[in-house]
DNA sequence: GATGAATGAGGGTTCATTCAT
DNA sequence: CATGAATGAACCCTCATTCAT
C-alpha cells in the first residue's frame, strides 16, 4: 500500500470512529451526514470524497466493528482454554468493546430495510459469523461436559441480549464501572450453562 | 363515556398498535406518517384528527405500552406469590407481551432525545416505576432469603436486556414458541437469582 | 322575509361580525376557518351551511362594512350642512365605526388578488361609491368657496390613509380616546382643505 | 470582508429585495417560499442557504429597510435644518423610499404575531427609533415656535398613516408621479403643524 | 482534494372543503 | 341543521447528493 493509500486509509478510519459514535445516539435516519461532517471539521462535500453515500459510510462503519468482534472470538476460540474460559472470555471481550472501545453492535437490528444489494449478504454473513462461533464454543462445552442441560441458541440469544443491552444503560464513570459489569455478567451468564 | 367517544378511543388504539409495530421496525425516523396511514388505510392527514404530531403518536404508543405493561407488575409485586414465583411471573408476562401482544419494550432508547417538555418526564417516570417494581421483588427475594448473592440492580439490567432483546429476533412461527422461550428463559434466569 | 330566513339572516350577521374581527388581526390567510367557528361556538362544518366557501365569508364581511360605510356617507352627502361640516361628519363617522363599531376598512388591500370572478366588480364598485362621494364633496366644497387650492384626489387620498391607519394604533382603553382622536383629526385635516 | 461573503451579502440582498415585493403584494401567509424562488430562478431548497426560515427572510426584509429609513431620518434630524425644513425633509424621504426604491414600510403590521423571540423586540425597538426622531423633530419645532397647537403623538400618528397609505394606490407611471405627490403632501401635512 | 452552492425528492403539518350520519 | 371524520392539495423545511470552481 502506497503512503497516499495509507493516509487516505487512516482518515477513513477516523470518519468512521466519528461517525459510528453519532449513529449510535441518534440512528441511522436521525443522523444527518452534515453533523458528521462537522464533528470531524469538515464539509458535507467532502465525505463524499471518502464514501459514495451515507450507506456505504454505514456499512462501513458496520464492517469495522464486525471485523474487529470476529477477530476477537476467532482467536478466543481457536485458543486452547476451557470451555468455560472460553465463555467468560467471550462475555468479557464483547463487554469491553460495547463499553470501552465504544464498538457497537446494535448499530443496525434490520440489515435488510438498511442495506442493498451485496451489503446486506455481507452484514448477515459477518453476523453469522460471529453467532456461529458462540455456538460452537457452547457445542464444545456440552461435547466435554463442561455445559448441561442447555439449548444452545436460546442460550446464545440470551446471553447477547444481556450483553447488547449494555450499551442501552451503561454510563462511563457511573456506579457500576465496565469491569464491575464484566464480572457479574461473566459469573451469573456462565451459571446459566453449567448448571 | 360517550358511544362516540367510545369510537374515538377505540380507532386511536387501534392507530397506535398499528404504528408500534412499524415503529418497532423502522425505528422513529424511519417511520413516515404516510407508511402509518397506508397500512390503516387512511390518509396522512386523517391521522394528525387522532394525534397532535408525530412525537405525539409515539408518545401515545409508548404510554399504552407502560400502562400495561405496569398494571401487570404491580399485579404481581401485590400478589401472594412467593418472591421466586413473582420473579418467574414477571418473565413470563414480560415475553408473553412482547411476542403475542405486540407490545414494544424497546420502542425509544433515549427519551430525551425523542421527547419534548413533559412527555420526557412521563416516560421516564412510567419506566422507573416498571423498574423500581423488579427491584422491590428482588429485594423482597434477598430479604427472605430466595435469592442469594446478587446486585439488583445488575441482575435487573441483565434479565431485562435478555428480556427485551427477544423482539429483535423472535419470529411467530419460527423454531421456538412464545411458550418454549418462556419455559426456558424462565428457568435460566431464576437460576441466576438463586444461587 | 319569512321568520326563519330572519333568524338565518341574524346567524350570518354574527359570524360575519366575528369573523370580521379575527381576519382584521390576523390576516386572510393567517385566519382558519376552525378558528372563526370556535370563537362562535360552532364547528368548522357549520360555517359552511351558512357560506359557500372563506371567500364567500370574507367577501360577506366586506360587503356589510362597506353597506354601512356608504349608507353613512351618502346621507352625508345628501344632507343640508356646509361642505366644511360634511366633511367633519365624514371624518367623525369613519374614526366612530373603525375604532366603536369594529368596522374595518381595509380589511383587504388587492380585492383582485383576494376575490374571483364577480365579487372584485362588487368590491371595487363598492369602495368607488365611497371615494366618489368624498370627492363629491370636496369638489361642492371647491365650487362654493369653501375648501381652497387643493387637489381634490391627492386630499381625498391623504385623509383616507390618516384614517384607515388609525386602525393600526387604536386601543380602546388607551392614551387617547376615540373622541380626542376625531376632534384632532378633524380639526388638522379640514385645516388642510380650507388654506 | 472577503470575496466570498460579498457575493454572499449580495445574493442575500437580492433575495431580500426580490422578496420584499411579493411579500407587500401578498401578505406574509399568502407568499410561498416557493414564488419567491421562483422569480429569482432558484429552487424553493436553495433558499434555505441564505435564510434560516420564512420568519428569518421576513425579518431580515424589514431589517434593511428599518435600517435605511432611520439612516435617513438620523441625518436629517442632526442636519442643521429648521424644524419645518426637517419635517419637510422627512416626508420627502418617506415617500422616495416608498415609491422609487420600492421601501416598504408597513410589510408587517403586528411584529407579535409574525416574529418570535429577540426579532419581536428587534423589529419594535427599531421602529420606536423612527418613531422617536419624529417626535423629537416636532417637539423641537414646538419649542422654537414652529409648529403651534400640536398634539406631538397624534400629529405623528396622522402624517405616518397618509405617509405609509400611499404604497397602498401609488402606481408607478400613474396620473400623479411621486414628485407630485412629495410636494403636496409636504405642504399640506406641514400646515397642519404650523397652524 | 476541498468547498459551498444548488437541487429535488420527500416528510411533517395545516387547512379548506366535503360528506355520511 | 349540526357534527366530526376524512381528504388532498399545498406549504415549510430537511437532507442526501451532485458539481463547478
Redo the contacts with the bound molecule.
Keep these: 500500500m502506497s503512503l497516499?493509500e495509507q493516509k487516505?486509509q487512516k482518515?477513513k478510519e477516523d470518519i468512521i470512529r466519528s461517525a459510528a459514535t453519532i449513529l449510535q445516539e441518534k440512528g441511522l435516519?436521525?443522523?444527518?451526514?452534515?453533523e458528521i461532517a462537522a464533528q470531524l471539521l469538515?464539509?458535507?462535500?467532502?465525505?463524499?470524497?471518502?464514501f459514495?453515500?451515507?450507506?456505504d459510510l454505514l456499512f462501513q462503519c458496520h464492517k469495522i466493528i464486525l471485523d474487529i468482534s470476529n477477530e476477537k472470538i476467532t482467536e478466543i476460540l481457536e485458543s486452547n482454554q476451557s470451555s468455560i474460559h472460553k465463555m467468560e472470555s467471550v462475555i468479557r471481550s464483547h463487554i469491553h468493546l460495547s463499553t470501552e472501545e465504544n464498538v457497537i453492535f446494535s448499530l443496525i437490528d434490520k440489515p435488510e430495510s438498511t442495506f442493498s444489494g451485496q451489503n446486506i449478504e455481507k452484514v448477515v454473513s459477518q453476523r453469522s459469523y460471529y453467532a456461529n462461533c458462540i455456538d460452537k464454543i457452547l457445542q464444545e462445552g456440552v461435547n466435554n461436559g463442561s455445559f448441561k442441560n442447555i439449548n444452545i441458541k436460546l442460550s446464545r440469544l440470551m446471553i447477547l441480549g444481556s450483553l447488547n443491552w449494555i450499551q442501552q444503560w451503561y454510563q462511563p464513570g457511573g456506579a457500576n464501572t465496565s469491569e464491575d459489569i464484566s464480572d457479574y455478567f461473566v459469573q451469573k451468564l456462565v451459571q446459566t450453562l453449567t448448571d
Excluded at 435516519?29 to 452534515?34: A, D, L, N, V, Y
Excluded at 459514495?52 to 450507506?55: A, L, M, S, W
Design positions: 497516499r487516505l482518515k435516519h436521525g443522523t444527518t451526514m452534515e469538515m464539509t458535507k462535500g467532502s465525505l463524499y470524497h471518502y459514495k453515500n451515507k450507506e
